[in-house]
């Protein structure tokens, strides 16, 4: 008779008393040891015994056969598994990791609690449909149809839906952004929109979508005319084991810890914004206090989810007839290259932008065709010739210049 395995669990007391993790090792890959799966219950969920159960079916799964077997577990978890082998294995970084899990949680967010057995290859087309009908750049489609498929090719399964789904196209320019004229067009025929503070901090700050959504009251300092950029938006597994967006409790990267200058027709569009959020948290019956997300949810209380950022923004360009940009990303493309072309020294905008090097501060700064001529001539006018020589060679020039060639 075959003996039955030990569950190993750890007991883990806690302020609300004790919970169970379950910890399952798994088998080495290519001689790389594998992260092991673990998952806690508290008393409330079933306890030891929901832990010693899950333990268990996990065994089951994994001494059944490939790691295939994982198509059985929804897409939330397989995605998490796929991340966190790529990491052990020194193949992707947590950054890497992340940003993948934020493209396929923002397109394919509608599929993270199904087992990936039954997601269809129309299941995703409905999926990348939606996202595009909500303004979501062609590339940033691509780029999670391209992670997903990574995480379903690992699964070796014998049809692969996404084999059957076309690949997004891309169908964004390259650094497209708008002009000095189109923004201040944009943000005019938004005016008296609940949402012109948002976009206003993004074209006029350069704030990332995440960081305008994560601002509080408190890191718009009028006194100091200074924004302070310290968290973001964030993505990570529920107790449910599902992707969620969150508010997280630090910004993007070190460098993304900093101070923006406001300006003084930003600080005014804030400053009527913040007297309309008092006088609706005065309806809600909500108390003021300056912890208060700038651009709250509709509740007054919360921050607003990026998938009706993402809408907001497709009505607006709907309403104002403005160029898209493909998604959010452009306000900040446009704030970088338009702070380049106005001479902002680039050490300034790396700054503000909160990158690491200005290599990727320089990824901004497209040239415009329509400042070629003005620029020409202002280096023409520097290194103008003094006018004797002008003179000489334009006389030169109406008695007949020489052959180049025959010097006749």
């Not at 997601?119 to 750049?137: K, M, N, P, S, V």
């Not at 993004?202 to 959504?213: D, F, Y």
């Not at 160029?323 to 106005?342: D, I, K, M, N, Q």
């Not at 300034?348 to 990158?355: L, Q």
Request: some cysteine; proline content about 5%; glycine content about 6%.
């Amino acid at each position: 008779m075959t003996r039955s395995p030990t569950p190993v669990i750890v007991a883990v007391p806690g302020k609300h008393g004790t919970s169970y993790r379950a910890i399952v090792e798994r088998p080495r890959r290519g001689g790389v040891r594998q992260p092991q799966l673990t998952k806690t219950f508290s008393e409330v969920k079933g306890g030891r015994a929901a832990a010693e159960a899950w333990w268990h079916e996990q065994v089951r799964r994994r001494d059944g056969g490939p790691w295939s077997s994982e198509a059985e577990l929804d897409l939330a978890t397989v995605l998490e598994l796929h991340l966190a082998r790529r990491q052990a294995s020194g193949e992707m970084s947590s950054g890497t990791a992340a940003n993948r899990r934020s493209l396929i949680a923002h397109t394919y967010g509608d599929l993270l609690a199904l087992p990936v057995a039954q997601i269809t290859a129309f299941d995703l087309e409905r999926c990348q449909a939606q996202r595009q009908r909500d303004g979501i750049a062609g590339a940033t489609r691509e780029l999670a149809y391209v992670a997903l498929s990574a995480v379903f090719r690992e699964l070796n399964l014998p049809d692969n839906p996404i084999t059957h789904v076309r690949r997004p196209k891309n169908d964004t320019l390259p650094g497209d952004r708008w002009t000095a004229a189109e923004a201040a067009s944009f943000l005019a025929a938004e005016t008296g929109r609940r949402e012109l503070a948002l976009w206003a901090l993004m074209l006029r700050a350069g704030l990332r979508k995440g960081e305008a959504l994560a601002l509080a009251w408190r890191d718009v300092r009028f006194r100091d005319r200074l924004i302070h950029v310290d968290r973001t938006l964030t993505l990570r597994l529920n107790a449910a084991n599902h992707l969620v967006e969150t508010l997280g409790d630090r910004a993007k990267t070190r460098e993304s810890v900093r101070d923006i200058p406001l300006p003084q027709d930003l600080s005014a569009i804030l400053a009527a914004h913040k007297l309309r959020m008092k006088a609706e948290a005065d309806l809600l019956g909500l108390p003021w206090h300056e912890d208060r997300f700038v651009l709250p949810a509709d509740d007054g209380d919360h921050f607003l989810p990026s998938y009706k950022l993402y809408r907001r923004l497709a009505a607006a360009l709907a309403r104002t007839g403005a160029r898209p940009l493909g998604g959010c990303h452009g306000f900040r493309r446009t704030f970088a290259a338009l702070a380049l072309e106005h001479g902002v020294p680039l050490p300034y905008v790396m700054e503000w932008m909160g990158h690491r090097d200005v290599e990727t501060t320089m990824r901004y700064a497209k040239t415009n065709p329509q400042e070629h001529q003005r620029q020409a001539a202002q280096l023409a006018a520097a290194l103008a010739l003094p006018h004797f020589v002008t003179d000489f060679v334009t006389a030169d020039a109406r008695r007949g210049a020489p052959d180049d060639e025959t010097g006749e």
